[in-house]
């Protein structure tokens, strides 16, 4: 670990202060978010430990990750494969795996939590010994009510990644009242590394993106199933009308509705039935070829 001293972003100081250069990145998760993550961090040049619950679906995040890789290398080394070829190599070097958390976090800069979205799982998790900083990429849980688990509340923050990661250039930054500054610092600056564009937003329900996009959303699915509208023409309502790159619907499925339904008691989401029954019919979305739409 070492420090280096940078200009903050506008939000927190205008001072220069210290951060921690990260170089030995956790991510505990080997998922949609946490792979790619692990692959954007790689990509960057950092040492990454990929921590999952058995070594057959850290096989998987391998293959995600390369299969990933591979469409990067098809746009970005056209005219040169090999040089492609030698990058995918390169990345995949730069990313190991442990079905052993406490051994993965030993001698890491920061982790990063990409956990199923559960306070209580997520909670057991951070009560691991650590010096390190911790990051969590909740959607929808409070940074602070993840942290309480544990006494070293001044090193944890939120580090909000989107999805598909290597694409999506935000990330957003969450600081609760017992963040340092250092750490904010360290967490706006590794995502800088990453060569994603950080904003910053305090531990407040959804945060910015969210906050905004998941009533959308519902409200796109209540259209939806009072029968308003079908949802190929509320897609493409929002699409052509709103200028949005993709229809809330399929958005959600892109999402994963699991994700989007995580919270149904908290009144801003205020779920739906139909959303219920396609997730307690395992219709997750994309990742399990059925949501909204069929893949
Ligand atoms: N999917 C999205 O669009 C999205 C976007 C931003 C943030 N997030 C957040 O990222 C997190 C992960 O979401 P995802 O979509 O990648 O989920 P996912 O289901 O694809 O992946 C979760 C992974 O965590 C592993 N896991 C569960 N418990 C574990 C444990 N105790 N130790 C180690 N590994 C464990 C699972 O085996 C699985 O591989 C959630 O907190 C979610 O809110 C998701």
């Known amino acids: 670990m070492a420090f280096a001293t940078s200009q903050v972003v506008r939000g927190f100081s205008s001072s220069a202060v210290r951060n921690v250069v990260i170089k030995n990145v956790t991510i505990i998760g080997g998922g949609q978010m946490g792979a790619g993550i692990a692959q954007v961090?790689?990509?960057?040049?950092?040492s990454v430990t990929l921590v999952d619950t058995s070594d057959d679906i850290l096989k998987k995040s391998i293959k995600t990750i390369e299969g990933s890789l591979k469409r990067v290398v098809k746009k970005k080394f056209a005219d040169k494969p090999e040089a492609g070829e030698e990058f995918i190599k390169k990345v995949v070097q730069n990313v190991s795996t442990s079905t052993d958390v406490e051994s993965a976090v030993q001698?890491?800069?920061?982790?990063?939590?990409?956990?199923v979205e559960n306070l209580k799982i997520k909670q057991d998790l951070f009560t691991l010994p650590q010096?390190?900083?911790?990051?969590?990429?909740?959607?929808?849980l409070s940074i602070s009510d993840i942290a309480s688990s544990t006494s070293r509340q001044d090193?944890?923050?939120g580090l909000h990644f989107f999805n598909p990661v290597p694409m999506m250039k935000l990330v957003e930054v969450i600081g609760t009242p017992a963040t340092s500054q250092e750490t904010l610092d360290s967490l706006l600056n590794f995502s800088k590394v990453l060569r994603k564009t950080?904003?910053?937003?305090?531990?407040?329900?959804?945060f910015v993106v969210n906050r905004l996009l998941v009533p959308c959303i519902m409200?796109?699915?209540?259209?939806y199933e009072r029968g308003d509208a079908s949802k190929e023409d509320i897609d493409i309502a929002m699409k052509l009308g709103a200028g949005h790159p993709m229809g809330p619907l399929?958005?959600?499925?892109?999402?994963?509705?699991?994700i989007i339904n995580s919270d149904p008691n908290n009144p801003l989401f205020n779920s739906s039935d139909l959303l219920n029954k396609l997730v307690a019919e395992g219709k997750l979305g994309r990742k399990t070829g059925e949501g909204f739409f069929k893949y």
């Open 41 to 46: 961090a790689a990509s960057t040049g950092h």
């Open 107 to 115: 001698s890491s800069d920061l982790v990063v939590e990409a956990i």
């Open 131 to 140: 010096h390190t900083i911790f990051a969590s990429n909740t959607s929808s």
């Open 155 to 157: 090193r944890f923050g």
């Open 198 to 206: 950080p904003v910053s937003c305090k531990d407040t329900f959804g």
């Open 219 to 223: 409200e796109a699915i209540r259209l």
């Open 250 to 258: 399929e958005l959600a499925d892109y999402i994963g509705l699991d």
